[in-house]
């Protein structure tokens, strides 16, 4: 089992930047895929990030391209989303989610262990 507790969530103006925390334990993560996903209302869980703990590769979702980074810090089990020019259009609940990585990042159905979420809002 691994737990995963998310943080850094909420409320910033348009152009702002915040970072999520997302703190695991209770297994070894080397052989996981990290990602972040989020889910706005009336919208369907999208995927922003992944990074392969063994290794380091990192992966983006198109929307956030070139504005969000992800990384992670192995002494601390922490992997972070850090969002810079953030747009109304980001404003979700952000999900951490973890999964034994075997060559997929991007698909829900990858990861067997969520957070609890973290609501970003966005204000214009």
């Known amino acids: 089992q691994v737990q995963l507790v998310e943080s850094g969530g909420g409320l910033v103006q348009a152009g702002g930047s915040l970072r999520l925390s997302c703190a695991a334990s209770?297994?070894?993560?080397?052989?996981?895929?990290m990602g972040w996903f989020r889910q706005a209302p009336g919208k369907e869980r999208e995927f922003v990030a992944a990074?392969?703990?063994?290794?380091?590769?990192?992966y983006y979702g198109d929307s956030v391209k070139g504005r969000f980074t992800i990384s992670k810090d192995n002494a601390k089990n922490t992997v972070y989303l850090q969002m810079n020019s953030l747009k109304p259009e980001d404003t979700a609940v952000y999900y951490c989610?973890?999964?034994?990585?075997?060559?997929?990042?991007?698909?829900?159905?990858?990861?067997?262990?969520w957070g609890q979420g973290t609501q970003v809002t966005v204000s214009s």
């Open positions: 989610a973890a999964g034994y990585y075997s060559g997929r990042y991007a698909s829900r159905n990858a990861y067997d262990y």
């Open positions: 209770g297994r070894a993560l080397s052989r996981y895929a």
């Open positions: 990074i392969i703990w063994n290794g380091g590769s990192t």
